[in-house]
């Protein structure tokens, strides 16, 4: 059991965790705010230039989405040439949201 708590501990010092799940996580405490005032949908283009500085470019941000898609009910959508987030996937789609949080976040 020594052993093993030093293992860990070792990783933990000398082992960071990679830059796609660092940015993951900055991303998902940026959208928090957001997911708790029910913010559903968000475009993808906003994310690249509101969002934490770490996924301004769209190689970062890409990564820390499909990372975060792993875990949680989000998914990337189309919505005709825009590339729309949606926080809530697990939900029916919901078309008035849709367009008001579009309008609101552009």
Not at 15 to 27: D, E, I, R, T
Not at 59 to 71: G, I, N, V, W
Request: proline share 6%; with cysteine.
């Amino acid at each position: 059991e020594l052993l093993s708590y030093f293992s860990r501990d070792f990783m933990r010092v000398f082992c960071p965790p990679p830059k796609y799940v660092l940015n993951a996580f900055a991303l998902c405490e940026w959208l928090n705010p957001f997911i708790a005032s029910g913010i559903r949908y968000m475009r993808k283009n906003y994310i690249l230039q509101c969002g934490p500085y770490c996924i301004r470019k769209k190689a970062e941000l890409q990564a820390a989405l499909d990372y975060l898609k792993q875990s949680n009910k989000m998914e990337e959508i189309m919505i005709g040439k825009t590339r729309v987030i949606d926080l809530f996937f697990g939900l029916e789609p919901d078309n008035a949201q849709l367009a008001e949080n579009l309008a609101r976040f552009s």
